[in-house]
């Protein structure tokens, strides 16, 4: 991993890493048209040229929504597209940072990061511009439902 | 290496799947050297590209095959069933070593030296029995030189060879992946022009800009139509294999079995013809094993011997619709009918009144399999209802049809390409959402009394052409908060489902129909079951594509009880019973009638101000037809809209006004004549009541007369594109027929735009003798005769007192 060139980002409040080689590029998000009916932590779908993107709510996604105000951190205008699994999303987060290269494994530290942050994340990594959380895209996609049904399932 | 391989194996797949309906074909007319020469030319090629690799085996088959077809072409020998058995044993010999050869796995040894001896036994039956005839080569060798072979046989076979290049198409091979990539770089282009298209037309009239603009326009959707076309494959590949396929399929069943494919040049999406390969198979493998029965069943009900299975596929706008039909012994309704009250499909009571189409069409319902014992043909653990799931998967639809003992005919709807798709915008709460145009019967507009909307419990229900249809409200739906106004005059889809049934979807107003490239959503998305997919309107919003059937289902609207349970008013004609249908009404005396279901046309509502009185025998306008009209009551009417029933004997029409319309039921009962009442055929108990029977005859006696086309006013309209699309619904609604120019008569009243009115005006050129003007401001300059393009009310009022005052003019004529 060290090396590899990650993007930070900044959702509620904390700093975050993703694989450079997952992020398509940063937009200015547009109009967002809601989805009605779809989970909240899907915020609708924005266009990209031809392309519609799913708009994720980062915060919500990792399943904050209830714990924090939606309003409590600033939104950025700008988003980072991902794609997983065939199919494009927008993220949107805090703020994008930087762009900075990975100084060693992702590692836990003692204590765990919390619920939330435990399912999405696969370790801290240190960069050159400090500590992040290493977020597992896939994870962070498949929403706040997921883990929840994994409690239920394990009841 | 690789690629070279890679194209070997892919090459040699294109010729196996093209070479197999061949050999069925030659089989069925040995003297075709056409055929003939195709499939030596396959197993030839395969021989050669042997020679690049290293495959022994194959080498050695396809040899021995190329052998044995050359002495055919040569003349040497006949060609025979033995024969061709043995050359497809080859081939598909063949085809199994191609798939282990790329998936790198080692082909289990052995079993070619039976094949080729296969070739080799039969080759010697027929050249012993031929002996005399021949007067060389009857003992031709295993391993002869195929070249020499070849070089004397070339020869011969050149004419024929020439023709068959002729029809050939060119081909190339390109991953879907690319497509794909130029499909949506074009439509980014697309989106692009509409953007500059957007910023043209704020900056204004620019002709230096414009010119060039258009030719990009033009060239653009002709590089779009383009590209979708790419993605298109002839059915042919499809068919290609089926005569194979009813050819081992038949004879492991020991019948015999015609194919007759029509329509291969029919195009479709690429994925689309993935899709429907499999059901296409089942319901072959379903007629050849159920339907056609056995030869010497066929000669005792004195069919022919051979069964004939016809498949054709034909194109019809968006949708492609693919035909497979037998003669064999057709579907046994009873016994379907029995399976489905065993199964709890339906009920004895529902068995009783349901029409044959019905009950043939439950074989598609979950749970159905009317085979008692399970073949290995038919019964796969699959049934017709996954068969109907994966075409209705893709938005398409399956039916079914049979007559006793003359066949049975299954009839697939599917659309022309997955991606891209006919829809409509609606909207509702400030979202707006597209809806495929192939699910939409009809749009309604109207105030929710004209469509009897009514809550029963939590479900709405509208009425439309006399049935209570289920109504959703697409604002309830999504969750969507909707405004007041569009509640109580809202606008109906009226959707028909694949299935056949239904059901209305209201919302607040429709925006524009179009052309929708239909993009894949997320999973998490998909998984609200309410959208099929996104798509990007013109000016690059996107919407989501709302996903009808599964509304409709979530809402349990596609369950046949619920649709047994409403039942048809009208239009129930096309029943097989046995039993005579009527109509049950009350009229205007209060008395119950009925009426035979073959007269009923239609059930027609019209307001009674439309009745006119003035003449001895009131008469109704209705579909620009003047219908003579009875059964009105003496006194004025109390309520202000009637329900007419429109009987036909086939030439003239009447129309029948009733009270209410009950429901169409089977006359079940003796029926007892009465011979006072002339207008009565019979008294008959319907439920335990009497009902009586309108005489039909005398009825058409006396009051039948062929329908007049009642004279619509004409109206001429500007020209333009608006005009079209936005002026010509309105005037039409307003009682007017469209013309044109040239078939506009003085009658005819003209809208004309006032700038250009007053053109014409100034210049002298003749206008129609009554003229509407339209202004495009909607503040009216003083003293002038002008109505606001867009003030419907003005435009209506101005219609109709032009209409008016035609027919003054008419009658003074």
């Known amino acids: 991993m060290t090396g590899d060139l990650l993007v930070i980002a900044r959702i509620a409040g904390r700093r975050c890493a993703l694989a450079a080689l997952d992020v398509k590029s940063v937009i200015e998000i547009g109009t967002v048209t809601p989805i009605p009916r779809a989970p909240a932590w899907i915020a609708g779908i924005t266009a990209l040229r031809s392309q519609a993107l799913t708009v994720i709510d980062c915060r919500r996604a990792l399943g904050l929504g209830g714990v924090l105000a939606a309003d409590e951190w600033a939104t950025d205008h700008r988003a980072v597209v991902v794609a997983e699994g065939g199919h494009s999303y927008a993220l949107m987060v805090d703020s994008i940072e930087d762009i900075t290269t990975a100084a060693g494994e992702a590692g836990q530290v003692p204590g765990g990061f919390g619920a939330e942050w435990s399912r999405v994340a696969t370790g801290m990594i240190e960069t050159l511009a400090g500590p992040a959380l290493m977020l597992d895209l896939a994870a962070l996609l498949a929403g706040p439902e997921v883990a929840r049904h994994e409690i239920e399932a394990g009841i | ?813």
């Open chain 2, 1 to 813: 290496m690789d690629d070279l391989l890679a194209d070997f194996i892919a090459e040699t797949r294109e010729m196996l799947e093209a070479s197999g309906g061949e050999l069925v074909a030659w089989e069925a007319d040995p003297a075709d050297r056409a055929r003939l020469d195709t499939i030596f030319r396959f197993v030839h090629t395969v021989k050669g590209n042997c020679g690049f690799f290293d495959f022994p085996r194959l080498a050695g088959l396809s040899h021995a095959a190329e052998d044995a077809l050359a002495d055919c072409r040569a003349g040497r020998r006949d060609p025979d069933q033995q024969l061709v058995s043995a050359v497809l044993a080859v081939i598909d010999r063949i085809a199994l070593m191609i798939d282990a050869i790329e998936a790198g796995e080692a082909f289990p040894e052995g079993g070619d030296d039976s094949l080729i001896a296969a070739l080799d036994v039969s080759h010697e039956t027929v050249s012993g029995a031929g002996l005399a005839g021949v007067k060389e080569g009857s003992n031709p060798p295993l391993h002869a030189p195929a070249e020499t072979l070849l070089a004397a046989n070339d020869e011969a076979a050149a004419p024929y060879r020439r023709t068959e290049t002729a029809t050939a198409q060119r081909t190339i091979r390109l991953p879907v992946e690319l497509l794909d990539r130029v499909m949506s770089g074009v439509s980014d282009m697309v989106l692009a022009r509409n953007d500059l298209a957007h910023r043209l037309r704020q900056a204004g009239n620019q002709p230096t800009i414009d010119g060039p603009f258009e030719r990009l326009t033009t060239i653009l959707s002709d590089v779009r139509d383009a590209i979708t076309r790419m993605r298109m494959q002839r059915i042919e590949t499809l068919f290609g294999a089926l005569p194979r396929l009813v050819r081992d399929l038949s004879a492991e069943l020991g019948k015999q079995v015609m194919v007759d494919l029509d329509g291969g040049d029919v195009e479709l999406d690429r994925e689309m013809i993935e899709t429907i390969r499999d059901p296409l198979t089942h319901i072959i493998r379903n007629a050849i094993d159920h339907g056609i029965e056995a030869p010497s069943a066929r000669l005792a009900s004195g069919k022919r011997e051979i069964g004939l299975l016809a498949i054709a596929a034909r194109q019809s706008g968006n949708t492609i619709s693919i035909v497979i039909s037998d003669d064999g012994r057709g579907l046994d309704e009873e016994r379907i009918a029995a399976k489905a009250i065993a199964t709890g499909l339906i009920t004895a009571a529902e068995r009783a009144v349901a029409s044959r189409d019905k009950i043939l069409n439950l074989i598609f319902e979950p749970g159905f399999s009317t085979a008692e014992t399970v073949s290995n043909v038919s019964g796969r653990g699959v049934g017709l209802d996954v068969v109907r799931q994966n075409l209705e998967k893709v938005g398409g639809s399956i039916k079914v049809s049979s007559q006793p003992g003359e066949g049975t005919l299954f009839s697939l709807q599917i659309p022309l390409t997955l991606s891209i798709i006919a829809g409509l915008t609606v909207e509702v709460g400030g979202h707006r959402f597209a809806i495929p145009q192939s699910y939409v019967e009809e749009i309604v507009q109207g105030t929710a009394r004209a469509l009897e909307f009514t809550r029963m419990g939590e479900t709405a229900l509208v009425t439309f052409r006399g049935n209570r249809v289920p109504c959703l409200m697409l604002g309830e739906v999504l969750g969507v908060a909707s405004c007041e106004i569009a509640a109580s005059e809202p606008t109906l889809v009226m959707l028909r489902l694949a299935s056949g049934d239904l059901f209305a979807l209201a919302v607040e107003g429709i925006h524009n129909h179009g052309d929708l490239v239909v993009k894949p959503l997320a999973p998490a998305v998909m998984r609200t079951g309410l959208y099929a997919g996104s798509t990007l309107l013109d000016d690059g919003q996107p919407v989501l594509l709302l996903d009808v059937a599964n509304i409709a289902a979530q809402a349990n609207l596609v369950s046949d009880t619920r649709v047994r349970a409403l039942g048809t008013l009208d239009e129930e004609t096309a029943t097989t019973s046995d039993m005579p249908r009527a109509m049950l009404f009350t009229d205007f005396a209060g008395r119950r009638s009925a009426v035979r279901l073959e007269l009923v046309q239609r059930i027609e509502t019209a307001p009674a101000a439309a009745i006119d009185r003035s003449a001895a025998r009131p008469r109704v306008v209705i579909d620009g037809l003047i219908l003579p009209l009875i059964g009105l009551p003496e006194a004025p009417l109390a309520q202000s809209r009637v329900r007419l029933l429109r009987l036909s004997d086939g030439a003239c029409e009447l129309l029948y006004a009733v009270r209410e319309v009950e429901d169409a039921v089977e006359l079940t009962e003796a029926l007892h004549p009465v011979p006072e009442d002339p207008l009565a055929e019979a008294v008959t108990l319907i439920g335990g009541q009497p009902v009586t029977l309108i005489d039909a005859h005398e009825l058409f006696a006396r009051h039948g007369e062929p329908p007049i086309a009642a004279a619509r006013p004409r109206c001429m309209l500007p020209p333009g594109e608006w005009a079209r699309t936005i002026l010509a619904p309105l005037v039409a609604s307003a009682g007017y027929d469209i013309v044109s120019e040239d078939d506009a008569d003085n009658a005819a009243i003209g809208i004309v735009f006032d700038d250009i009115f007053e053109v014409a005006e100034a210049l002298g050129r003749t206008l129609p003798g009554r003229v509407i003007r339209l202004r495009d401001q909607p503040d009216a300059p003083e003293g002038c005769e002008t109505i606001y393009r867009y003030d419907r009310e003005g435009l209506l009022a101005a219609l109709a007192a032009a209409s008016r005052a035609g027919i003054r003019t008419g009658e003074a004529a």
